[in-house]
């Protein structure tokens, strides 16, 4: 079955440090991974989308990898912002024509 | 860039009446759009797969009498819950890409808030 994994479900840091979000999927077969942000009561923002031959993409404080092996991706978000408080959705696109695969999300409450 | 346009973005109606929700990409042709239903602090779930020029496809559960999905151009498509009741209150999202190429972004609407007193 086609699933994506988000762990951890929330997550709350001090504004200023660092954090990382993982996504483990078992999508077959894999067309490419996205990353979005969703604010509260918004659409989800495209912050990177990778395909099977890259290993790391960077949009400003955010940076992703993908691990094509081991179907596991990570979002490294840099010096984090209180803005950064929202929920990261991982996005999976299988073959052309099947529809993406979400994860649940992860919620990350950045405070001051 | 590429930019996908919801509205309303809030609608609060009597149950029983029916809600129009729009999608629209605004700078790119799309013969492929998506609706999904978003519950609190849950994923989005995709409803259907709304196609230009033809009839919708529906996930399973999803029932196509009740949202009826309408993509009459390259760059809209709506989706009107008929006959709506409070179960039916939720956060409804479109999506849309460029319909060159599948590793092109999904650009996603900002949702719609439907609340069915």
């Known amino acids: 079955k086609n699933q994506v994994e988000q762990s951890p479900q929330s997550l709350i840091i001090l504004e200023g440090k660092n954090c990382t979000l993982q996504c483990n999927y078992t999508v077959s077969p894999f067309s490419n991974l996205r990353w979005y942000k969703q604010d509260t009561g918004r659409g989800p923002v495209s912050l990177t989308i990778?395909?099977?031959?890259?290993n790391t993409k960077s949009n400003g404080r955010y940076t992703a990898t993908l691990d094509a092996d081991t179907k596991q991706s990570s979002l490294h978000i840099t010096a984090s912002q209180l803005s950064d408080s929202a929920s990261y959705i991982c996005v999976v696109s299988g073959e052309a024509g099947t529809a993406l695969i979400f994860g649940k999300g992860t919620t990350l409450s950045v405070s001051s | 860039g590429a930019v996908v346009s919801q509205h309303p973005s809030r609608v609060i109606c009597k149950s029983g009446t029916s809600v129009k929700i729009e999608c629209r990409s605004l700078?790119?042709?799309?013969?492929?759009m998506f609706w999904y239903r978003q519950f609190p602090k849950k994923s989005l779930m995709l409803m259907a797969t709304s196609n230009e020029g033809s009839k919708a496809t529906y996930e399973q559960g999803v029932e196509k009498d009740k949202f009826l999905i309408n993509h009459a151009s390259l760059t809209l498509s709506t989706l009107t819950v008929t006959s709506a009741h409070p179960e039916d209150s939720s956060f409804y999202i479109c999506?849309?890409?460029?319909?060159?190429?599948?590793?092109?972004?999904?650009?996603f609407g900002d949702g719609t808030r439907l609340s069915i007193l």
């Open positions: 990778m395909t099977f031959s890259e």
């Open positions: 999506s849309a890409g460029p319909a060159t190429g599948i590793n092109q972004p999904q650009h």
């Open positions: 700078d790119f042709q799309a013969t492929t």
